[in-house]
Each structure stands twice: as C-alpha cells, then as structure tokens.
C-alpha cells in the first residue's frame, strides 16, 4: 500500500444494515458530527439487505442534507456479508470502513482512520469499541455484559500494536487487500449462519501475511440492546457461533464430541468451584459444540466461498 497524503485517502464507508431504521439513524447522524468531515469527504454506503421498514426512503431523504456523500444500496442476497460484498463494488474509495448499524462514531474517528493509514505500516485495521452511554456506567449492565459477552466490546492498551481476529463492528481494510481476500465469506454472519463472518475475514488475511494493526483512535460506541443480556440469547448466540465456524473448519464427529465432553467437565469444576466468569465460558463453549455438532448432523451444505470484486453475482439496485 503506498504511502497516503491527505489529498490521496480516499474513504468508503459500508454500513450493512435489515430493519433497523432508528439505530442506522442515530449512526449516519454522528457521523454526520465528525470532525474534518468536510475535508475527508468520506463515501457513505448503507447497504439495505430487503428491510421492510422505511430505510431506503429515509436514508434518501437524509441525503438531501447530509454533508458528505451517502447513498442506499439494495442488495437481494440474504445476510450481513452478502450486503457488504455488494456495496464493495460501489465503493470508490482506496480504504473501505465497515460499522454496524448499531455503533455510534466517536466524533475523532474519521481522523483516526486516516491516521491509521498515513504511514502506510497496516493495511487492516480494528478499532475500538465501547459500551454506549449511560449503560456504559450502570453497574447492573456491566455485570451482565461481563457475564454473557454477547454486546461487542473490544479495547487493549494503547500501546498495543498488533491484533490477531477482527470484531466486524468497527474495521477498516485497503480496497486491494479486500479484493485479494475475496471478500467476505456470505454463507457466514447475521442473515446466513449467524455468526463469525469477521473471525473468518481475518483468518483469511493473516493467512495471506497481512499483518492486522490496532487503532486504538478509532473509537465507536456500541449499543446495549437489553435482550442480548439474557441466557437464552447467550444460549443461541453460541449455537450460532458453533454452527458458523463448523463451516469455516469441518470437524469430526469424534473432535466435536471430545471438545463437548472437555467443556462439560470444566463447566462442572468451575460451577463446584465458584468461579462464574469460567464458567461462563465452559457454558458457552457447551452451545457452541451443541450448534457445530448439529450443523454436523444437519449436513449443511458447504457452498462456494465469497466472490472477489469482478466475481458474478446477482445483480442488486441502486436508490
């Protein structure tokens, strides 16, 4: 990747998103607040997998006013990666962002971006993400967020360099580095398998030598959506989890069934022994071999992996 001038970055921001018209609001607004907006002028893509709500009209009419470029893209192929596939061909930027639509932007993000790719050192990179406000200071959500996991949350120290997997809701990659992925892998992630879209993304680049950098600047805040905090989203969230990476890596009956017996046994010392944070995580990996080994039996069908940029797919409109 060639050293990038303030003149040269070039930034395309893909936003996938299904039937969640006030929180995709709520994210186009702050990033309508970003600092140096006018002089990044970064491309804005709300990629619309068939949601039923008023998304493309709204997004449509916020357009008129909105003080960089923002467009809605309707993809018809199912699922988070197909919609971010899709806008990818769109996009006209060098560096493609990718943000959740339930993520708000710190109002420096822009910049930090651009920062983060100034010195030319990554060309993937994840940012942080944090608890929105005021759950951010409720001892109660805190707790519960501790416990299940199931609300994104990814901050290391600053002075951390390197990460080893990527967490979907606040990631940034050079246009060449996506097309010689591929892609993302549409059969994973919300809307198809459910999960692990990102974790595969990252395996793929790190599996090609790309070293993957840590921005910690480049900060969203993610929502905290009450359901997730509960032991039955927990439960599935890990099904969901085991039947997605079944298909990134097809185990055995017999390593499946070794993995579940592992975990029982470590839920069952950790419950004696009082420790919950273990414990927790015994029990999730319970669900999450319960779910791979049911992909297993279910014999899903492996299909073929994402297409790169000049791939043939379906085509989807523009509004």
């Not at 923002?70 to 806008?87: D, F, H, Q, T």
């Not at 949350?153 to 940034?172: C, D, I, M, Y």
């Amino acid at each position: 990747m060639q050293h990038m001038t303030p003149q040269s970055f070039r930034l395309a921001i893909i936003i996938p998103t299904k039937n969640r018209l006030v929180v995709l609001t709520q994210l186009l607004e702050s990033i309508s607040r970003l600092t140096e907006l006018d002089t990044i002028r970064p491309q804005v893509i709300v990629a619309d997998n068939n949601s039923a709500d008023d998304t493309c009209h709204a997004v449509g009419s916020m357009a008129k006013r909105f003080p960089t470029h923002i467009e809605v893209l309707k993809v018809a192929r199912p699922g988070k990666s197909a919609a971010i596939n899709e806008a990818a061909k769109f996009a006209s930027g060098g560096v493609l962002a990718f943000l959740d639509d339930d993520v708000v932007v710190d109002k420096t993000w822009l910049a930090a971006v651009r920062d983060f790719f100034r010195n030319a050192e990554y060309q993937v990179g994840q940012g942080v993400i944090r608890l929105a406000t005021p759950e951010h200071h409720d001892p109660e959500v805190l707790t519960l967020v501790e416990r299940y996991r199931t609300i994104p949350r990814l901050e290391h120290q600053p002075n951390l360099k390197t990460l080893h997997s990527l967490n979907g809701a606040n990631v940034f990659v050079s246009r060449d580095v996506f097309d010689r992925v591929g892609g993302f892998d549409e059969r994973l992630g919300p809307g198809a398998s459910g999960t692990s879209e990102d974790v595969d993304f990252a395996r793929r680049v790190t599996g090609l030598g790309i070293t993957i950098g840590y921005a910690p600047r480049a900060v969203v805040y993610h929502r905290v959506d009450r359901h997730r905090l509960t032991e039955e989203y927990f439960k599935a969230s890990h099904r969901r989890q085991g039947a997605s990476r079944f298909l990134i890596r097809r185990h055995s009956s017999a390593t499946i069934c070794l993995n579940l017996v592992r975990a029982a046994a470590q839920y069952g010392f950790y419950t004696a022994s009082g420790r919950e944070r273990e414990r927790y995580r015994s029990k999730g990996r319970i669900y999450h071999y319960l779910g791979m080994l049911a992909a297993k039996q279910n014999h899903i069908d492996r299909r073929p992996p994402a297409k790169t940029k000049d791939g043939a797919n379906p085509p989807s409109s523009r509004r």
